[in-house]
């Protein structure tokens, strides 16, 4: 029996920026590298100037690489940047400002954090079983935006339970010194182990909006429960980054 051939049904403009893109990604269009020029890509894919350039504007709307029309188009130097989940879990030390915005500033990005809504409310129905709610329990969200550079990086959105957040600053809508871990560890509710359950999905409209993505590429969603001693849960976090401009490094 012979295999089945399977039809890139997307238009070519996307079929060449979606190659272009793997090997920006991947490294072999190093960052600061020049593109081959519209002749070489005409050349190389088959098709018309014009179309050549619709997939060059799709990349330039992503971020990943800079110029203009008549002019060399290069990569972007932060082409796709990565993040270290772990370095964010742990109480900031006395003093320090809350993980994300230390880590990233050590690498040289300017980081900073903008806090959207602050409320209590019935989480959605992952959230509610990862924190073992009731059937009627609620929980406070806290959602804000991370910015890298001044531009939206990440957008959290943090639940906690009712029962431990009731009368602290976790309801209040102000920024927590040190983070909520740092919050959580003061109140006897020290963070000992998460689990992140990472995926790829299309953004909501939401997500798109205020992560001001360029297209219908797809998201990092990454849904993480954080858990403190006898393992109760304390913190369920659904953290949503473009995909093409990030990724996640576990160490094992």
């Not at 002749?39 to 894919?45: D, G, P, V």
């Not at 909520?180 to 999905?201: E, F, K, Q």
Request: aromatic fraction near 6%; charged fraction near 25%; hydrophobic fraction near 40%.
């Amino acid at each position: 029996m012979s295999a089945r051939r399977i039809v890139d049904p997307r238009p070519i403009h996307q079929r060449i920026a979606a190659a272009l893109r793997e090997e920006i990604l991947s490294g072999e269009l190093a960052a600061g590298a020049n593109l081959p020029s519209t002749l070489q890509l005409t050349e190389r894919f088959g098709a018309s100037n014009a179309t050549v350039q619709k997939a060059l504007k799709l990349l330039k709307e992503e971020g990943l690489v800079v110029g203009r029309a008549g002019a060399s188009v290069s990569v972007r130097h932060h082409r796709q940047r990565t993040i270290r989940p772990a370095d964010f879990v742990a109480p900031a030390a006395p003093n320090e400002p809350y993980p994300w915005i230390a880590k990233a500033n050590q690498r040289g990005w300017q980081a900073s954090s903008k806090l959207l809504e602050v409320g209590e409310e019935r989480p959605p129905h992952d959230v509610a079983a990862a924190l073992q709610l009731t059937e009627t329990g609620t929980a406070v969200l806290r959602r804000q935006l991370l910015m890298l550079d001044e531009e939206p990086a990440e957008l959290v959105t943090s639940y906690y339970p009712m029962a431990i957040a009731a009368g602290t600053a976790l309801l209040e809508h102000r920024k927590i010194r040190g983070g909520t871990p740092t919050l959580l560890a003061s109140m006897g509710y020290p963070p000992r182990s998460c689990v992140d359950h990472v995926s790829a999905r299309v953004p909501t409209q939401e997500q798109y909006e205020l992560l001001e993505l360029p297209s219908e590429l797809p998201i990092l969603r990454t849904f993480r429960v954080v858990y403190s001693n006898d393992q109760r849960p304390i913190e369920a976090t659904i953290m949503a980054k473009a995909g093409h401009l990030y990724e996640l490094q576990y160490e094992f």
